[in-house]
C-alpha cells in the first residue's frame, strides 16, 4: 500500500514554485494550455540538463566499458512489430457511460474519476503509440511511428556499435532521448505526460551473468538518486511480481520515490534476457550475437536495462529539495538542491546601482561565466535578492559591495547555512570551484 505523505500541499508548493519562478510553463497557456504538456523555462531547462548531464556522467564518462548512441526518433514499424510493440504495447481503456469520459481501468478501481459513476465498459486494450506517415502521401506504405521508449534504437545497433568500438560483453550502450506515448490518463503534473525524455542503457552481458549484473545495477541506480540528494528513507527498491513482469523479463524492480501521492516509480531496472536481440534477428536475418574468439563460443547477449525518466527525475529532486526555514526571524523557502542539479551555480549581486559598483560587478560576472552557470541580479534589496536566489536553489551569492572597492574583495554566502565568508577576487575562481564544481 503506497504511503501518503506528511506534507499534502508540498505538490502545489512545488508545481507554485516552478510556474513562478520559471522551472516549468503549461505548454500553449495563451491558447488555454494543451492537456499534458509543459515547456520547460529558463530554469527548468538548465536543470533537467544538470539531470541528464549527471546522469551521462555516471553512466557513459566514468565507465570505460559504456558508450553512447543518439538514435532517430521516427522509426520503421517493422522495428516496433519485431519488438511486440505493434501487438502488445497497450494499456486496458474503459469509458464512462454516464459522462463519456476515458479512463485507464487499473488506474480508477471501478469508479470514474469525474462523475464517481460506476457503470463503466468492459476493459480493451488501447495502443499506447503514435501512429504518423512519412512523406507526401498517406498510405499503409508510408506508416512510421513515434518511438514509445529508446531502448529499441541501441538493440538495432548492437553490431554497428560492437564492431565500431571492438567492445566485448560485459558492455553498454546508453542513450537520452525523448518518447511518446499516447497515455489514457496522463497524470502527476510531469510525472506522466505524453511526450517525455528517458535516460536508458542496455548492458548486454554473458547469459550465465544475467542475474547478478541485475542485482548491480538495482544497487548503482539507487545509490545514483541519494548521492544527488534524495534521501535514503525516501528512495525504496521494489522487485516486481511474477504477475507484473513483462514478457520479456526475467527480473523487474522499480526504483520507487515517496512522491506526495504515495510510492511511485522513479526508474526501472530489468532483466530482458536475450529477446530483443533474438526477436530483431529473426525479423531482420542479421545474426546480432557475438563471438568470444579465446573460447570458440557463440551466445546472444542477455541484456540489463535501467531505465529513468529525465523529467520524472528531475521533479523527485525537486520535491526533495523543497524547503521551509526561518532566517533572522523571516520565514523562506529554499530549494536545497544538489550543487550539481542546480540551474544557477553562483548569482552575482552588486549592493548598489551605482556605476563604480555595478563595473565591477559584471567584471567578477565575467570571470566566473566561463567556470559555472551564473545569473546576475541587481534589482531590489539584497535581503530579497537572496531569497529569491535560495527558492530557486542557488547554492552560492557574490555579492559586491562598496569595500570591494577598496580591498579587491567580494563576500561569498552560502545557501544552506546563510554563512559569509570575504574572498580576495583573485582567488574567487578557486572558492567557486572548491565549493560547486565536482
Not at 544527488?228 to 513482469?245: A, D, M, N, Q
Not at 535581503?383 to 527558492?391: H, K, M, N, T
Amino acid at each position: 500500500m503506497a504511503e501518503v505523505s506528511k506534507e499534502p500541499d508540498l505538490m502545489e508548493q512545488v508545481t507554485n514554485l516552478c510556474k513562478r519562478r520559471g522551472f516549468i510553463f503549461p505548454s500553449a497557456e495563451i491558447y488555454g494550455g494543451f492537456r499534458s504538456t509543459y515547456d520547460y523555462g529558463p530554469l527548468g531547462v538548465l536543470m533537467l540538463r544538470n539531470v541528464k548531464e549527471a546522469w551521462w556522467r555516471s553512466m557513459v564518462q566514468l565507465r570505460e566499458e559504456v558508450v553512447g548512441i543518439d538514435a532517430a526518433i521516427l522509426s520503421s514499424p517493422k522495428i516496433w512489430e519485431a519488438s511486440g510493440h505493434l501487438e502488445s504495447f497497450s494499456d486496458p481503456l474503459v469509458d464512462c457511460r454516464n459522462c463519456h469520459e476515458r479512463w485507464r481501468a487499473d488506474k480508477i478501481e471501478g469508479v470514474c474519476p469525474s462523475c464517481g459513476s460506476r457503470d463503466l465498459t468492459e476493459a480493451r486494450p488501447f495502443n499506447l503509440m503514435f501512429k504518423t506517415h512519412v512523406g507526401p502521401v498517406e498510405n499503409e506504405g508510408t506508416v512510421a511511428y513515434l518511438r514509445p521508449e529508446t531502448a529499441q534504437g541501441m538493440f538495432v545497433n548492437f553490431s554497428n556499435v560492437m564492431t565500431t568500438t571492438r567492445k566485448k560483453p560485459p558492455f553498454g550502450i546508453a542513450q537520452m532521448g525523448k518518447s511518446f506515448r499516447n497515455e489514457i490518463t496522463p497524470q502527476g503534473y510531469v510525472f506522466r505526460t505524453r511526450e517525455f525524455e528517458q535516460m536508458e542503457m542496455e548492458y548486454f552481458v554473458p547469459p550465465d551473468e544475467g542475474q547478478r549484473w541485475f542485482e548491480y545495477w538495482c544497487e548503482e541506480r539507487l545509490a545514483w538518486y541519494v548521492d544527488l540528494g534524495i534521501p535514503r528513507e525516501k528512495l525504496r527498491l521494489r522487485h516486481h511480481s511474477p504477475e507484473e513482469l513483462s514478457h520479456y523479463s526475467a527480473g523487474t524492480a522499480d526504483v520507487e520515490f515517496a512522491f506526495p501521492w504515495g510510492w511511485d516509480e522513479l526508474e526501472g531496472i530489468a532483466n530482458r534476457t536475450d529477446y530483443d536481440l533474438n526477436a530483431h534477428s529473426k525479423a531482420s536475418g542479421v545474426r546480432l550475437d557475438y563471438f568470444d574468439q579465446a573460447t570458440g563460443e557463440r551466445y546472444t547477449p542477455h541484456v540489463i536495462e535501467p531505465a529513468a525518466g529525465a523529467t520524472r527525475a528531475m521533479m523527485a529532486f525537486l520535491l526533495a529539495a523543497y524547503d521551509e526555514d526561518e532566517v533572522g526571524g523571516e520565514k523562506r523557502t529554499v530549494l536545497r538542491l544538489d550543487e550539481r542539479l542546480a540551474p544557477y551555480k553562483v548569482a552575482v549581486l552588486p549592493l548598489s546601482k551605482k556605476e563604480p559598483l555595478l563595473q565591477l560587478a559584471h567584471s567578477v560576472l565575467a570571470q566566473l561565466q566561463p567556470l559555472v552557470m551564473c545569473e546576475y541580479d541587481d534589482t531590489q534589496s539584497i535581503g530579497r535578492r537572496y531569497r529569491r536566489q535560495d527558492e530557486i536553489g542557488t547554492p552560492l551569492c557574490v555579492t559586491v559591495d562598496f569595500q570591494s572597492l577598496e580591498d579587491n574583495a567580494v563576500t561569498i554566502r552560502d545557501r544552506d547555512t546563510t554563512e559569509q565568508v570575504r574572498v580576495p577576487i583573485a582567488e574567487l575562481d578557486q572558492a567557486v570551484q572548491q565549493r560547486v564544481c565536482q
